[in-house]
Each structure stands twice: as C-alpha cells, then as structure tokens.
C-alpha cells in the first residue's frame, strides 16, 4: 500500500495524504509507487481545467505502463480525456468530439484500473460533452459560428459543466 502526499483539494474531490491501494483496481496495481504521484497530480491538474498540463503528467505514467499491460489502454483514456478538453477549451470541437470518442471507448471497463476512481461518475458527466460536441459541430458544418469564449452563441446549446474524476472514498464532504 502507497499513500499519497499533499493538501485537501475539494474542487477535484480529492484528499490527498489518504492511503489507496488497499482494494483491487488501485493505482498500486497499475503504476509504479514512482508514478503515483504523478497521477495524482495529473488528475489535480485536469479538475483544475489545466488541461494541456494534466495531459502531459497522465501521459508520463501512461507510457511507464507496460505494453503488455491491460490498463495501459485505460491510462491511455485518461490522457486522451485531458487532450479533448484542451482541444475544447481552444475550440477546436471537432478535435475534441473526435478525441472524446477515443477516449470514452479507451475508458471502458476502467473501474477494473482505476478502482479508486468514480468512473460511472465520470462517464455520465461525458455523455452531455458527447451531444454538446455533436450538436456543435453539427451547427458548423451548416455554417453556424461558435465562440471558444463563451459557453454559447444566438441558438446554439450551451456547454456543460465541466467533468470532474471523483474519487470513490470522498463522495462527501466529511465535517472539519
């Protein structure tokens, strides 16, 4: 079992310095104890709306994985879910939609990876980025404008809230 080091993080649900590892599909089976942190921070960064940043920290631990290793797809998941949010956050939707797609199927059956992870929080949090993205780039292609600055233009959807990864033992907010 590893802990992991750091501060309460509320807005990404995370509260760093708790022990995981102890339950199938924690970190400790996928990376090594020197990726770890490394994940962590790129979930930090990626709940943060650091977007490019996080996908450069998951990339890290993603490319530590074995070849041979089941998870590594699923590491690969996460690194793409980062990427298409900073495509988003650049407007380039059809970049994003595209890159969503990949990772949501890289995601699949990620519970077995990350199980201490809320990936069925996660993924839900997806499927409205899913049809947002469609429908976006849907209006485009009929010759629509979309503003990267703001969540909408004259009749067209606004954009979800943000997704948050959770981590499944913080569900709540504990009295301080």
């Not at 930090?44 to 920290?57: D, I, K, P, T, V």
């Not at 699923?74 to 890159?99: D, E, I, K, R, Y």
């Not at 233009?153 to 907010?173: F, M």
Request: proline share 5%.
């Amino acid at each position: 079992m590893c802990a992991i080091y750091g501060k309460l993080n509320w807005r990404s649900g995370v509260l760093l310095g708790h022990k995981l590892g102890g339950r199938k599909g924690s970190m400790a089976e996928f990376c090594s104890n020197k990726d770890q942190p490394k994940f962590i921070e790129g979930i930090a960064l990626y709940n943060s709306g650091r977007f490019f940043e996080a996908h450069e920290a998951l990339e890290d631990v993603w490319r530590s994985v074995p070849i041979d290793n089941p998870s590594r797809l699923h590491c690969q998941g996460m690194v793409q879910l980062a990427v298409a949010f900073h495509h988003q956050s650049t407007g380039n939707f059809a970049g994003a939609a595209s890159v969503l797609e990949r990772a949501v199927r890289n995601l699949d059956r990620a519970e077995e990876t990350f199980g201490d992870l809320n990936i069925g929080k996660l993924r839900a949090m997806l499927k409205p980025w899913q049809r947002y993205f469609s429908e976006v780039n849907n209006r485009k292609v009929g010759g629509g404008q979309h503003s990267r600055h703001s969540n909408s233009t004259a009749g067209e959807p606004s954009a979800p809230p943000l997704p948050i990864i959770h981590y499944r033992h913080h569900e709540q907010r504990p009295n301080l």
